[in-house]
């Protein structure tokens, strides 16, 4: 699967991350923070409520062709993401700094890279079996 083929749901699920992640800015500091923070401050439903995005990203990663490691790799940022946030105070602040779900899409991102590093230059195969090759004239 090449990159290029992905870069609208990589850009898709890059602004979902970022509405979640760092959407907002705290006034006179470069502190980002996004909506996952701002559903950490209801107690009880807030995170769970955060959970929600993710698991959409982790879906997408894996209809993209994400291996499991990567997809484990990615439960355990939620996870993370879920278990500290959950923590009143200390979650909320953790929450700004950990972004998760960014974190997710870079991996994905990165992921994707390589794969089409990695694939074929279909171009030349293409052209080494088109009518028009010298080799296939009768």
């Known amino acids: 699967m090449e990159h290029h083929a992905h870069t609208s749901d990589l850009a898709r699920l890059r602004r979902l991350a970022t509405r979640m992640d760092?959407?907002?800015?705290?006034?006179?500091t470069g502190i980002r923070f996004g909506w996952?923070?701002?559903?950490?401050?209801?107690?009880?439903?807030?995170?769970?409520l955060a959970l929600l995005p993710s698991a959409y990203i982790m879906q997408q990663s894996h209809r993209l062709g994400a291996p499991k490691p990567l997809l484990a790799r990615m439960a355990l940022n939620t996870g993370i993401d879920l278990v500290i946030g959950s923590v009143p105070l200390v979650g909320?602040?953790?929450?700004?700094?950990?972004?998760?779900?960014?974190?997710?899409?870079?991996?994905?991102?990165?992921?994707?890279?390589?794969?089409?590093?990695r694939a074929p230059d279909t171009p030349q195969v293409e052209g080494a079996l088109s009518s028009h090759h010298p080799t296939l004239r009768g």
């Open 22 to 28: 760092t959407q907002f800015r705290l006034p006179g």
């Open 36 to 48: 996952d923070a701002v559903l950490g401050l209801v107690p009880g439903v807030g995170d769970t």
């Open 92 to 117: 909320d602040i953790f929450d700004i700094g950990w972004k998760s779900k960014i974190r997710n899409v870079d991996l994905l991102e990165r992921h994707l890279r390589q794969q089409a590093a």
